[in-house]
């Protein structure tokens, strides 16, 4: 609770003021990390070489701002022991920004093996199949963003909505590139580096997933990790 009082209202507002700067650190790392996922898609499907290596080692500065933000989360706990609303968006917080890191991680590793597939005597359509698996799955993170920065739970519940369409993508996905292999044994390696790369970005929507189920935590209160789409919307109803 804040203090009252001209003394209490300025630590209330010096209180305030750590807790937006915590979010704006939030918003930051996930723009970060959104443009890492776009250059990623970008460097497999065009082929980019310089632009995937970037992208391989890109995650360092995500692991950096992780680190900042979780020890500003654990000042904020130990000086203000928050409660309610406030209690909610650190932990959420916490939860985002662990989830935002492993979406970094995927990034990283589809920068790898679009490095290892970059081959001036080959260049296979193939490469781009995930271009339309991973053109959506940046929309579902930019709409997790989004959500999060208006506390939005109407866009949270439709990119969650979204991950259902997304894993039925993956699969189908999947069923292509098994056929390439069967076809194209000589291909099997760079195969198999376009189908992590596919299962990287199915991945990354489950964070955004992820993502939207802290939003929703944070703006109704409601923990609704774990449940399905339609065990979510009874327990907001409720």
């Not at 650190?25 to 497999?44: D, F, H, I, Y």
């Amino acid at each position: 609770m804040h203090k009252t009082g001209p003394h209490g209202q300025h630590i209330s507002q010096r209180y305030d003021a750590e807790l937006e700067d915590l979010r704006a650190s939030v918003l930051k790392m996930g723009g970060m990390v959104e443009q890492q996922g776009r250059a990623a898609l970008e460097s497999l499907v065009k082929g980019d070489e310089e632009l995937a290596r970037s992208v391989a080692k890109s995650d360092k500065q995500v692991n950096e701002i992780e680190l900042k933000i979780s020890d500003q989360c654990t000042d904020i706990l130990a000086r203000r022991q928050p409660t309610a609303g406030d209690l909610r968006l650190v932990i959420a917080i916490i939860r985002i920004v662990a989830n935002l890191e492993r979406i970094g991680d995927e990034a990283a590793k589809i920068g790898r093996m679009a490095k290892k597939l970059v081959d001036g005597n080959e260049r296979q359509s193939y490469h781009s199949e995930p271009r339309h698996l991973g053109e959506g799955v940046l929309e579902m993170l930019k709409g997790a963003l989004d959500a999060f920065a208006r506390r939005d739970t109407d866009t949270a519940m439709e990119v969650i909505a979204r991950d259902l369409q997304i894993d039925e993508e993956f699969k189908a996905l999947n069923r292509l590139l098994m056929t390439h292999m069967m076809e194209h044994p000589n291909r099997l390696k760079n195969m198999l580096r376009v189908n992590s790369c596919a299962r990287a970005f199915e991945r990354i929507g489950d964070h955004a997933t992820n993502l939207c189920e802290e939003v929703i935590y944070l703006v109704a209160g409601r923990d609704v990790r774990h449940l399905s789409l339609a065990e979510i919307r009874e327990r907001l109803q409720n």
